[in-house]
């Protein structure tokens, strides 16, 4: 079996590289593509933990970009993940995201759906090689109690995608890598 577009917890994933690799294994995945959101931090221990296990893991990307006023999702793969035009595009591209996750956090409190978002803020920057993205920013309004978390999932329903915040990025520095 190859599923060719997964996610570590170096982005939107819930499983690390490792645990990723395993449950995969385990389910009879023999070649796997780590496809993370604008960062490349999760495909040297999904490889190193791969070897164990007989599976080929193919070293990829998913980029988000904007074509035509619509967000994108590109999937990359067998990239030189060091070519230096595409380490500078990945770091810009996660900085974007955390100045995105902010300004999204602040339109929902505008909203009246205040979302603690200062510790993954403060993760993504201390370990600049993750990519924070839309399900970290939900996951952060998990902590709250249960009737508050249906108020907050009817009144998100109610307004849309007004909290929404788009990204615009090129995507020719993973052509060139």
């Known amino acids: 079996m190859v599923d060719l577009h997964l996610h570590t917890t ?3 994933g819930r499983l690390t590289p490792t645990e990723l690799v395993r449950r995969a294994a385990a389910r009879g995945v ?4 780590v496809t993370d959101h604008d960062t490349t931090d999760g495909i040297e221990e999904a490889t190193t933990e791969a070897v164990r296990h ?7 990307i998913e980029v988000t970009s904007v074509e035509g006023g ?28 955390i100045t995105r996750i902010a ?12 979302v603690d978002v200062q510790p993954i803020l403060d993760d993504a920057r201390t370990h600049h090689m993750r990519s924070v993205g839309r399900p970290a920013l939900a996951r952060c ?7 508050a978390e249906k108020h907050t999932r009817r009144r998100a329903q109610r307004t849309g995608q007004r909290a929404y915040q788009s ?3 090129l995507t020719e520095p993973l052509h060139q890598a």
């Open 54 to 60: 007989g599976v080929v893991v193919i070293p990829g």
């Open 167 to 169: 990204t615009d990025r």
């Open 10 to 12: 170096a982005s939107d």
């Open 30 to 33: 023999r070649i796997l593509a």
């Open 103 to 114: 300004e999204m956090a602040k339109r929902l409190e505008q909203l009246g759906l205040p």
């Open 141 to 147: 309004g998990l902590h709250i109690d249960l009737m």
């Open 70 to 97: 619509r967000d994108v999702h590109m999937l990359g793969y067998f990239f030189d993940a060091r070519n230096e035009r595409l380490v500078r595009f990945l770091t810009g591209q996660r900085a974007t995201r």
